[in-house]
């Protein structure tokens, strides 16, 4: 059984930042590619960012680029998200997610909960 709990969400003014967290527990050998997304009522869920097994490459939304840095440390099995200069559009549920190398050496695609994200004008 493998675990995605994410942390670091709340409310922040415009302009402000949060650090979000996902720490990956469980059965498992290793993840591989991970990323955050978001989703606000009514509309599909969004990638937000994307980083690599080995956190060499790492790809952005357009509307987050330059603001916001994904980055993970694997000795913790755990992926952030920095988020700066936020904006009230940025406003969402924010679900990390993993691809997770298990205990039984099967590659499956894992979800956190989602952490809520409020950006106040």
């Known amino acids: 059984q493998v675990q995605l709990v994410e942390s670091g969400g709340g409310l922040v003014q415009a302009g402000g930042s949060l650090r979000l967290s996902c720490a990956v527990s469980?059965?498992?050998?290793?993840?591989?590619?991970a990323g955050w997304y978001r989703q606000v009522p009514g509309k599909q869920r969004e990638l937000v960012a994307a980083i690599t097994s080995g956190g060499g490459s790492a790809n952005y939304a357009d509307s987050v680029k330059g603001r916001f840095t994904i980055s993970r440390d694997n000795a913790k099995n755990t992926v952030y998200l920095q988020m700066n200069s936020l904006k009230p559009e940025d406003t969402a549920v924010y679900y990390c997610?993993?691809?997770?190398?298990?205990?039984?050496?099967?590659?499956?695609?894992?979800w956190g909960q989602g952490t809520q994200v409020t950006v106040s004008s």
């Open positions: 997610n993993a691809v997770v190398l298990t205990s039984s050496l099967n590659k499956f695609d894992f």
């Open positions: 469980g059965s498992m050998f290793s993840i591989n590619a």
